[in-house]
């Protein structure tokens, strides 16, 4: 049984993200262009990144958190009780996050990308390209996942903002 404690230093961390005031009339993460700033020592590592559409980000959960090991999915108490490994829920035991977005570009030591679910000031602790080996053509959601999913992309307009999201009819 493995029982080591990881730390992990930043490699950046995000300037504009999603805004913490609900006041702004963002509705979506996919509405928000979010800038990260990459740390000086680390800027060689962004070389080609700019070639990929997409990439995944890693950020660590800094804000409003606490453990929770079950919940209903975002928090709707009509959908089943799940535990936190079957939804996205911040709520973590390890409070990683991770998103994939749009990458919009990269200028020097700055990253511009759609659809980051993170804050201002949240640490960025690492960049991956999305690639082949992350892309699934098939794949198994539970029925309330597809209900919510039904919901929301029409109500946010998903079709529109990213196209590039959710499954192919």
């Known amino acids: 049984m493995v029982k080591s404690r990881y730390c992990f230093r930043p490699i950046g961390y995000v300037v504009d993200g999603l805004p913490v005031d609900k006041s702004s009339g963002i509705i979506s993460r996919f509405q928000v262009i979010s800038t990260i700033h990459i740390f000086d020592e680390y800027v060689e590592g962004l070389r080609g990144l700019e070639e990929f559409s997409h990439i995944i980000v890693l950020w660590v959960i800094d804000r409003r958190r606490k453990v929770t090991l079950q919940g209903h999915p975002h928090g709707d108490p009509e959908g089943p009780l799940v535990g936190v490994f079957a939804t996205r829920s911040p709520n973590r035991p390890a409070p990683i996050g991770f998103t ?38 098939t794949m198994r959601v539970p029925e309330w996942f597809l209900k919510y999913w039904n919901r929301k992309k029409v109500e946010l307009d998903y079709p529109r903002l990213v196209p590039w999201l959710g499954p192919k009819p």
């Open 100 to 137: 994939v977005v749009e990458l919009v570009g990269v200028e020097g030591n700055i990253v511009k990308v759609r659809g980051l679910d993170a804050w201002p000031g949240t640490p960025v602790i690492d960049i991956k390209p999305y690639d082949y080996y992350d892309h699934v053509n």
